[in-house]
Structure formats: structure tokens, C-alpha cells
């Protein structure tokens, strides 16, 4: 018995129902197998061979890991002389306080990042799963988030009579910098599951 084939096509949109092309099946393993090698490119770069043996790849991974957990960490350093400055108002002994505070969240925020062990045939990406691991991880990327929006706020209408207002405003933007660099590491860290298309693909071409 004969069964049909389904072509593989892009989703439908309601404004496009009828522009774009199928993609035959030679188009669809070239996609999907260029779509792979930038992934490997990618994993290569940042957390390839993630697995119990230690190795020049895991070293790759911990080495990034240990790169953007310093940076924060050594950002919050410049904070400490103007936090202690007695010309300081009480409100920009808090907001510097509040940075130091931000940019520690933020290097704990990338070293506590959990990959997760890959399959048996390396498919697997590795993923944050930092939602699992309980309430202060859960919701500590948000609370740092709102710290950074503060700071960057307090930075638009800073007030210093001592004439350092260029310093605070650099101050108070600095945690936000930090923290959007390390929110795209982290980001570009994780892979793209080339499985889920590989199964969307046999699922248009039918059994």
C-alpha cells in the first residue's frame, strides 16, 4: 500500500498563506545538517563534550564559566573607595551598596549555571535548569534585573554637589552592562536542539 509523503514547509502565516516554497527532502537535510554544524561551531566555542571525563572541551566550558564570574565580581571593586567616601549622601552609599549587591548576584547568576549531562549520542543541549534548583535561583535573575533597572534609573537623574556626577552615572549603569553581557553568554551558551527539528521533519514527511 502506498503511502503519500508531505513536503516539509515553513509554518503558515495569517498574511503569507501561499509565498513560501516546500522544501524537498534534499533541501531539508541540507537545512537541518547546516543548522548541526553551527551548533557544533558554536558548542566548540563554549561547552562542547560536557560529560564525566575532564577534558580540553569541559576545560572550555569551566574556563568560560570562571571568565564571566570574574568580571562582575572584579566590576564591583571600583564601588568600594566611593561607597566609603564621606561626602556620600545616604542615597548614594545605598545605590553603591545596591551595585557591589547586583554584581555579585550577577557572577553567582553565571557560575550557577547546571548543564545537564548529554545522551548517549551527544545530542543533548545543555540547558539552564537553575529553575529547578529552588526558590533563590529561581527568581534571583528577576530580583537582579529590577536592582539593575534602579541603577539605571538613579543614573538618569543623579544629583552631586561635589561635581562627580559623570562617576556616579558610570557607577550606576555599570551593574546593568555587566549583567546584559553575562545574560548573552549565558544565552549563547545553550544550544539549539536540532532533534526537535529533525522530528518535525518526519513528521511532514509522514511514515
Same mark, same amino acid.
Given at each position: #500500500?502506498?503511502?503519500?509523503?508531505?513536503?516539509?514547509?515553513?509554518?503558515?502565516?495569517?498574511?503569507?498563506?501561499?509565498?513560501?516554497?516546500?522544501?524537498?527532502?534534499?533541501?531539508?537535510?541540507?537545512?537541518?545538517?547546516?543548522?548541526?554544524?553551527?551548533?557544533?561551531?558554536?558548542?566548540?566555542?563554549?561547552?562542547?563534550?560536557?560529560?564525566?571525563?575532564?577534558?580540553?572541551?569541559?576545560?572550555?566550558?569551566?574556563?568560560?564559566?570562571?571568565?564571566?564570574?570574574?568580571?562582575?565580581?572584579?566590576?564591583?571593586?571600583?564601588?568600594?573607595?566611593?561607597?566609603?567616601?564621606?561626602?556620600?549622601?545616604?542615597?548614594?552609599? @545605598?545605590?553603591?551598596?545596591?551595585?557591589?549587591?547586583?554584581?555579585? @548576584?550577577?557572577?553567582?547568576?553565571?557560575?550557577?549555571?547546571?548543564?545537564?549531562?548529554?545522551?548517549?549520542?551527544?545530542?543533548?543541549?545543555?540547558?539552564?535548569?537553575?529553575?529547578?534548583?529552588?526558590?533563590?535561583?529561581?527568581?534571583?535573575?528577576?530580583?537582579?534585573?529590577?536592582?539593575? @533597572?534602579?541603577?539605571?534609573?538613579?543614573?538618569?537623574?543623579?544629583?552631586?554637589?561635589s561635581g562627580s556626577k559623570d562617576?556616579?552615572?558610570?557607577?550606576?549603569?555599570?551593574?546593568?552592562?555587566?549583567?546584559?553581557?553575562?545574560?548573552?553568554?549565558?544565552?549563547? #551558551? #545553550?544550544?539549539?536542539?536540532?532533534?526537535?527539528?529533525?522530528?518535525?521533519?518526519?513528521?511532514?514527511?509522514? @511514515?
Amino acid at each position: #500500500m502506498l503511502r503519500l509523503r508531505k513536503a516539509f514547509r515553513y509554518p503558515e502565516s495569517d498574511n503569507d498563506d501561499s509565498s513560501r516554497e516546500e522544501l524537498d527532502e534534499q533541501e531539508q537535510e541540507t537545512l537541518i545538517q547546516s543548522l548541526r554544524r553551527q551548533d557544533e561551531e558554536r558548542n566548540a566555542q563554549y561547552k562542547v563534550g560536557y560529560d564525566l571525563n575532564p577534558g580540553p572541551a569541559r576545560h572550555r566550558l569551566i574556563l568560560s564559566q570562571l571568565v564571566f564570574t570574574i568580571l562582575p565580581l572584579v566590576s564591583s571593586i571600583i564601588y568600594f573607595p566611593r561607597s566609603l567616601a564621606p561626602s556620600n549622601t545616604p542615597l548614594q552609599t @545605598a545605590f553603591c551598596v545596591l551595585g557591589i549587591a547586583s554584581l555579585v @548576584a550577577t557572577a553567582y547568576i553565571m557560575w550557577a549555571v547546571t548543564p545537564t549531562r548529554p545522551d548517549r549520542k551527544g545530542k543533548r543541549p545543555i540547558r539552564d535548569i537553575e529553575r529547578e534548583n529552588g526558590f533563590l535561583k529561581r527568581y534571583l535573575a528577576q530580583i537582579n534585573f529590577l536592582a539593575c @533597572a534602579s541603577l539605571s534609573v538613579a543614573a538618569c537623574f543623579v544629583g552631586d554637589p561635589s561635581g562627580s556626577k559623570d562617576l556616579l552615572r558610570v557607577l550606576y549603569v555599570v551593574p546593568g552592562a555587566v549583567y546584559l553581557v553575562v545574560y548573552i553568554v549565558r544565552k549563547t #551558551m #545553550m544550544s539549539v536542539d536540532i532533534g526537535e527539528l529533525e522530528r518535525l521533519r518526519y513528521e511532514f514527511k509522514g @511514515a
